[in-house]
Every structure is written in C-alpha cells, then in structure tokens.
C-alpha cells in the first residue's frame, strides 16, 4: 500500500510533464495514421513546445529554491546540525562535531549502549554526566558496555599492537602496552559498578566482554548512533534516529551484546568512596575475571584510582565545539 501512495505522489507531482508526452504522442499518431490534414501537425508543435518549456522553467525554478534553502541552512551556525535532524540517513563528521553531538546525547539519553575496546571515555566523561544528568532530572539510566575481555591477555596484545602499528611516531598510542590495555579494561569495569552501587535506583547496569578486535567505537543512544575510530581527530558517522538504518543497527549492537561473556554486576561487593586495593581484587574475583599474580598491587591501585579519575583523555585534540544557538 505504501508503494502504491507513493508511485501516486511521484505521478502526481509530474503530472505537466505527462501531459505533454501525452499530447505529443497523440499528434504522432494521428499524423501518422494521416488524421491530420497537411499542416496540421505543424500547427500543434509549438503548443507542445511551449508547453514543454513551461515545465522545464518551473523544474528549473524548484530546484533553485531547494538549492537557496540548503545555502541558508549550510551558512547558519547550527545548519550542520539541523541537517542531521532533517532524516538524512548518515553524516560523516570530524573533530568538533563528533565532540559536540555526544555531547549533546548525554544531555538528553537515557539509554547508552557502548561498544568498543578499554572504554577510558566511557569512564571518565560520559558515564559520570549521564549520571549526573539522570540524578538531576530523577530519572532512570540504562547503561550497556561490550568491552574487551581483560582475562585474554593475546586478545589484549593484539588489540595493542593494532593501535601502535596505526598510530604516528610521538603519539600517545605508540608507548601503549598490553597490561595498560588490560588495566584501562579493568577500571572501567570497576567504574561502571561504583556508580551502580551509589545509584542503585537509578543506574540500569549491564557489562559483557568480547573476544573481538574492532578499530570501531560505536555510541548507541536514543537520538543517534555515532561510529568513531581512535579519537575524535579521526572521521566518524552519526546515524539519526529517523534513519532506515538505525534500527537495524541498533538490533545489531544489542544481540552482540547479547553473545559476549556477561558479568553478573549484582554480585559484586560493597565499595567504598575510594576503592581499595583488597576491595578491587575482590570486585573482580566476585565477576569471575579475577586479577592474576602479574597485576602487582602498584597495578591494582592504578586500576582503582583510574575508574574515578574524570580526565578527558581526547582533551585539546581537537577544537572545542561551539555552543548550540536555540
């Protein structure tokens, strides 16, 4: 039924121009069948022509106004962004726009669904304000996590190796180790369920870890999907919400979710307002990814100072973003 209103549409907004085919058709066969006396069909020519001018000009004064109207939305401050609202399928997006629409997305989710590698974004900026948010306007978050498994130490190296490999020589990437990957997992996990346990009535919690390597990072929300690549200096995509493939994307992200080794965060035990190292082993021992004999206690305390440790790992790589003009 759908295809049917909209062939309709589509032969109604071209309607002039069926007309005018009609007509020309017409007079070729009547000239041809000899219908027409000599002359005739010359005389209806130039009918034909100027009618078929006629839709040509109002085609071409159509699409000088949708071009206006993208000229004007382009030069606004926000146009960009009233461009991805407009139900365009997918942006691609660099720096500041990456920046400024998850920004934006954990003004106003309550539900995020993060897939990726260590998570130390997650961590440190969007978990924290999605629940300050969610405290402020007293309402519930759901918060979903697919991260690497930090028990598969060749998944971890391998992990590292790819993002040393790819990374310029003086970048940060490059001094990367697979026991810092390990770790940066690790206090993720262990942020995602100190935050849990102090907002228990609001916090929706669920972790599952992966035995796979991507160079993607998807940010799932109820507004858009937005695809990055080892920091925001690098191209992304936005998928808004009103796109065709949002859904299937979104199907997508939870069933892998789905297939990955899921942590029970019930179990884990109390935490303090600063973790401790014995508290952390515990944690971890309660979620069945115990810490080996390799994590020294150094370690442990690394791991527990960086789950609340609210640095902005991308900060001053790109551009800060510009406010929202309302």
């Not at 069909?41 to 109207?69: E, K, T």
């Not at 405290?135 to 190296?157: G, I, Q």
Request: hydrophobic share 40%; charged share 25%.
């Amino acid at each position: 039924m759908a295809n049917v209103k909209a062939r309709l549409r589509v032969a109604v907004s071209n309607v002039d121009l069926g007309i005018v085919l009609l007509v020309a058709a017409a007079v070729s066969v009547l000239d041809l069948l000899d219908v027409l006396k000599d002359g005739q069909s010359d005389q209806l020519i130039l009918p034909v022509l100027a009618l078929l001018a006629f839709v040509w000009i109002r085609d071409r004064n159509r699409q000088a106004r949708v071009a206006d109207q993208l000229d004007a939305v382009a030069r606004t401050t926000d146009g960009m962004w009233r461009l991805l609202a407009s139900g365009d399928s997918v942006k691609s997006l660099n720096g500041a726009a990456i920046t400024r629409l998850l920004e934006e997305a954990r003004a106003g989710s309550d539900m995020w669904l993060f897939k990726g590698g260590t998570g130390t974004f997650i961590r440190a900026v969007t978990l924290p304000e999605c629940v300050e948010r969610a405290k402020r306007k007293r309402s519930k978050l759901r918060f979903l996590l697919e991260l690497l498994d930090p028990t598969d130490e060749p998944l971890c190296a391998e992990y590292t190796q790819l993002h040393r490999s790819l990374a310029d020589d003086g970048a940060e990437e490059k001094g990367w180790t697979s026991l810092g990957t390990r770790k940066d997992v690790y206090s993720t996990i262990l942020a995602a369920c100190w935050y849990r346990q102090h907002n228990s009535q609001l916090l929706e919690l669920r972790i599952g870890l992966s035995r796979t390597i991507s160079l993607f990072r998807c940010d799932l929300t109820k507004h858009n999907l937005v695809i990055t690549q080892r920091g925001p200096e690098f191209p992304g995509l936005a998928i808004p919400q009103n796109s065709p493939h949002y859904n299937p994307w979104s199907i997508e992200l939870h069933n892998s979710l789905d297939q990955t080794k899921l942590l029970d965060v019930a179990k884990a035990p109390q935490l303090s307002a600063r973790p401790t190292v014995d508290e952390t082993r515990q944690l971890f021992e309660r979620l069945g990814i115990p810490l080996t004999e390799e994590f020294r206690d150094s370690d442990v305390a690394d791991i527990a100072r960086g789950a609340l440790n609210r640095i902005d790992p991308y900060e001053g790589r790109v551009p800060v973003a510009a406010p929202s003009v309302n």
